[in-house]
T-cell receptor, first 115, second 112 residues
């Protein structure tokens, strides 16, 4: 049984660099979500996809953040011109896509450190 | 503004003790979920409660959803060191659509 996978697990970068994270959802899941979690906080929703369509992106933190899911399978989250405040855990989740209350299954996250 | 308030924020107890953590909101939720998260890992779903007044048991863990669907509690009986982790409640309210709203979590430490 393969759950949600994320790559890389850890990323250290210098301020101003671009970074890209990948998420592979559970294979039969249509919906894919991105969240950010900072220290001492619960995960904060960023965006989600239904298949390849990005249906909610107004909660992306700034225009430096973008996400894609080109073929409705894996997804990437890119942060351009990283800032120290972008340091956080970036979590991906997926769900079947039958109802709003479908269980969201989370991946292990990518820990980003911006120096 | 945090939609879901969790208390206590931190809890340190000895093995064998019982504990209850709370998740409260002024909003009505169509469902509430409880997750446990270990350091450096993603949240793992423990339970989903949907019906007001619902009680679900998962071994030593008992989850309750308030009658008005605005609050929930998690009770652990005879806590074990393996229960250590961050317990998060999350839910969908009428405005959040598919986004899960999370509380800040309760960090639990169970010492032998």
């Amino acid at each position: 049984d393969t759950g949600v996978s994320q790559d890389p697990r850890h990323k250290i970068t210098k301020r101003g660099q671009n970074v890209t994270f990948r998420c592979d959802p559970i294979s039969e899941h249509n919906r894919l979500y991105w969240y950010r979690q900072t220290l001492g906080q619960g995960p904060e929703f960023l965006t989600y996809f239904q298949n390849e369509a990005q249906l909610e992106k107004s909660r992306l933190l700034s225009d430096r953040f973008s996400a894609e899911r080109p073929k409705g399978s894996f997804s990437t989250l890119e942060i351009q011109r990283t800032e120290q405040g972008d340091s956080a855990m970036y979590l991906c989740a997926s769900s079947l896509g039958l109802a709003i209350t479908d269980t969201q299954y989370f991946g292990p996250g990518t820990r980003l450190t911006v120096l | 503004t945090q939609l879901l308030e969790q208390s206590p924020q931190f809890l340190s107890i000895q093995e064998g003790e019982n504990l209850t953590v709370y998740c409260n909101s002024s909003s009505v939720f169509s469902s509430l979920q409880w997750y446990r998260q270990e350091p450096g890992e993603g949240p793992v779903l423990l339970v989903t409660v949907v019906t007001g007044g619902e009680v679900k048991k998962l071994k030593r863990l008992t989850f309750q959803f308030g009658d008005a669907r605005k609050d929930s509690s998690l009770h652990i009986t005879a806590a074990q060191p393996g229960d250590t982790g961050l317990y998060l409640c999350a839910g969908h309210d009428s405005n959040s659509g598919y986004a899960l709203n999370f509380g800040k979590g309760t960090s639990l430490l169970v010492t032998p």
